[in-house]
């Protein structure tokens, strides 16, 4: 192996990608978006030059998002995307081909895992691991993923929600669902069609979701001033929401969520059952970061929960320690190039 050899962990997600060098941190936290120009069928832009245009763009170029609920949508875009995030983040190292090890949903298939890694050895990796995200998360979190105890890890990323409850290094119950950040800002997206009669993109409201959004109904209300077009017009208008109003329009999709908790908790065996209720909820991932989620998670649960620290980081840190120590995660390490 010797001096040459680079590692890095990768949280490959639908809405982020973060890259995790060992020994150096995050080094690369961009959009998983690549802008592509329609006639020649070339990649123009990737991460955060790509996002930037979404919305914008003529017609000749769209900005693509090639993972779709954090599965590979577009296998050619992905392998494109993940080749610019390898070599950005290898930076004058370029030239050395890294080890990989790169998150995936806990729901996903065989073929989807397969796909995941082929992707990463065409980008360039010498050899790629895949790992499940919730228990990249635990470790990213700090949990002690190997002990015989119960722990209950609760991933809301851009495209799914993963909860899992871990114990001795795998996975005993979980269940994912297709509903975290982007259906929260769909949710309010169409909230402000239907009440103000106005269109707004996806941008706007992913910044009124976490400027002033909140998983439950508060007392000292934000208010955020809405840009957009008024449909019956077609002008420019703004207007005034609040955070209870938030609260409102994403209600049935945190519904869903609390209703996944639930259904693990559920099936989990008694005795870590009561680890969980000691260990409480450990809640990862971006959309964790909405106001009072923890707050919810108890109402409607019974059980504490809390976020994790840095909690949009804890899967891509937890790939960077699985890949410093992969023999301690062997059985939790699938496909092996």
Same mark, same amino acid.
């Given at each position: 192996m010797g001096l040459f050899s680079k590692k890095l962990g990768i949280d490959l997600g639908t809405a982020n990608t973060l890259v995790f060098a060992p020994g150096k941190g995050v080094v690369l936290n961009e959009p998983s978006v690549v802008a592509i120009s329609i006639p020649d069928n070339k990649v123009m832009a990737v991460g955060d030059e790509a !996002? =930037?245009?979404?919305? $914008?763009?003529?017609?000749?170029?769209i900005a693509y998002r090639p993972m779709k609920?954090?599965?590979i949508a577009d296998y050619r875009v992905t392998e494109a995307m993940l080749r610019y995030f390898i070599s950005k983040a290898l930076g004058k190292w370029s030239f050395i081909k890294p080890e =990989?090890? =790169?998150? =995936?949903?806990?729901?996903?298939?065989? *073929?989807? $895992?397969?796909a995941v890694v082929e992707a990463a050895i065409k980008a360039g990796a010498r050899s790629a691991y895949v790992m499940k995200e919730p228990i990249l998360a635990a470790i990213g979190a700090g949990i002690p993923i190997q002990e015989a105890?119960?722990?209950?890890? #609760?991933?809301?990323?851009?495209? *799914? *929600?993963? #909860?899992?409850?871990?114990?001795?290094?795998?996975?005993? /119950? %979980?269940?994912?669902? @297709?509903?975290?950040? +982007? @259906?929260?800002?769909?949710a309010i997206t169409d909230y402000i069609k239907k009440n103000f009669s106005l269109?707004?993109?996806? $941008? *706007?409201?992913?910044?009124? !979701?976490? !400027?002033?959004?909140?998983?439950?109904? #508060? +007392?000292?209300?934000?208010? &955020? $001033?809405? !840009?957009?077009?008024d449909f019956i017009t077609g002008l420019p208008r703004t207007a005034e929401i609040t955070t209870n109003e938030v609260v409102k329009a994403i209600e049935s999709e945190l519904k869903d969520m609390m209703k996944v908790i639930k259904n693990v908790l559920q099936e989990t065996p008694p005795e870590l059952a009561s680890d969980i209720i000691d260990n409480g909820i450990t809640m990862t991932g971006g959309s964790s970061q909405l106001r009072n989620l923890d707050e919810l998670v108890f109402r409607s649960t019974g059980v504490k929960a809390k976020v994790a620290d840095e909690s949009l980081l %804890?899967?891509? @840190?937890? /790939?960077?320690?699985?890949?410093?120590?992969?023999?301690? &995660?062997k059985k939790s390490i699938i496909a092996k190039r």
């Open positions: !996002k =930037v245009m979404i919305g $914008r763009t003529p017609d000749t170029i609920d954090g599965v =990989v090890l =790169v998150s =995936v949903p806990a729901g996903v298939s065989s *073929t989807e $895992r397969r105890m119960g722990h209950m890890i #609760v991933d809301i990323g851009g495209g *799914t *929600t993963d #909860v899992a409850v871990i114990s001795l290094g795998g996975i005993v /119950a %979980c269940a994912s669902l @297709k509903c975290a950040g +982007d @259906k929260i800002d769909q269109f707004v993109g996806d $941008r *706007t409201a992913e910044e009124i !979701k976490i !400027k002033i959004g909140s998983a439950v109904l #508060v +007392d000292d209300e934000l208010v &955020y $001033r809405i !840009k957009g077009r %804890c899967v891509a @840190k937890g /790939a960077g320690a699985a890949l410093e120590h992969l023999d301690t &995660y």
